[in-house]
């Protein structure tokens, strides 16, 4: 059974600083996907990582995949208040066509 | 359309009452999935559409959800006799196909229902 785990599950940081939220998974998989949701806000896009050592980047966010450690990443470089949101990786698909989501990682950015 | 179009967008019914939500991808897009996210946590998975056809439905919660899709484009999820724990945001998604999985899916705006 695929399994997905991010941590933290919680991070409070201040703006200028850097962080990394890290998303484990427990099988082979074709696939990680990032997304970004805001309260009360629906999910957004922000990367799909194809291969084993792909990295995407945009704007301050960038994102890298291991899939021989099956260990993604998102790196926040010098964080803005702008990127406080709960951040979710997921991974798949399955034999079902089903994404296999980790429980979010929600960032708080103090100014 | 441009985007996922999700209605209503807040639902209040009492216990026991049958509710509708819609669901209107993305123009084309052929695949279309339903999840549940209760507050503050992640997504449950409830069922997919490749176009009209649900091959697997064993993620609904329980049979009092059922979903369908006609014409290959909006999809309802249907709940009847609803219960407190029903309560939750139900989110959309759509993707140009299951098969193409270098496509992200793309979400509405959800519909927060609450059952009193």
């Known amino acids: 059974e695929l399994k997905v785990e991010q941590n933290p599950l919680f991070l409070s940081m201040q703006e200028g600083k850097n962080y990394t939220i890290y998303c484990n998974y427990s099988?082979?998989?074709?696939?990680l996907y990032w997304y970004r949701q805001d309260p009360g806000k629906s999910l957004e896009s922000l990367f799909v990582?194809?291969?084993n050592g792909a990295v995407k980047q945009e704007g301050r966010l960038m994102a890298s995949l291991d899939t021989k450690a099956r260990l993604s990443t998102l790196h926040i470089t010098a964080a803005v208040h702008d990127l406080s949101a709960t951040y979710f990786c997921?991974?798949?698909?399955?034999?079902?066509?089903?994404?296999?989501w980790g429980a979010g990682t929600k960032l708080i950015i103090k100014p | 359309g441009a985007g996922v179009s999700q209605s209503p967008s807040n639902k209040v019914t009492e216990k026991g009452k049958d509710v509708e939500l819609r669901c209107d991808p993305i123009?084309?897009?052929?695949?279309l999935y339903w999840y549940r996210q209760s507050l503050g946590q992640g997504l449950e998975f409830l069922i997919y559409?490749?176009?009209?056809?649900?091959?697997?439905k064993s993620g609904l919660p329980s049979d009092r959800f059922s979903a369908e899709r006609t014409g290959g484009s909006v999809s309802t999820l249907t709940i009847q006799r609803t219960q407190q724990e029903d309560s939750a945001v139900y989110l959309c998604?759509?993707?140009?196909?299951?098969?193409?999985?270098?496509?992200?899916?793309?979400f509405g705006d959800g519909t927060r229902l609450s059952i009193l």
């Open positions: 997921a991974v798949g698909p399955n034999s079902n066509y089903q994404l296999i």
């Open positions: 099988t082979t998989s074709d696939r």
């Open positions: 990582l194809l291969s």
């Open positions: 123009s084309g897009h052929t695949a």
């Open positions: 559409f490749q176009g009209n056809s649900a091959p697997d």
């Open positions: 998604a759509s993707s140009p196909s299951t098969g193409d999985s270098n496509q992200p899916q793309h």
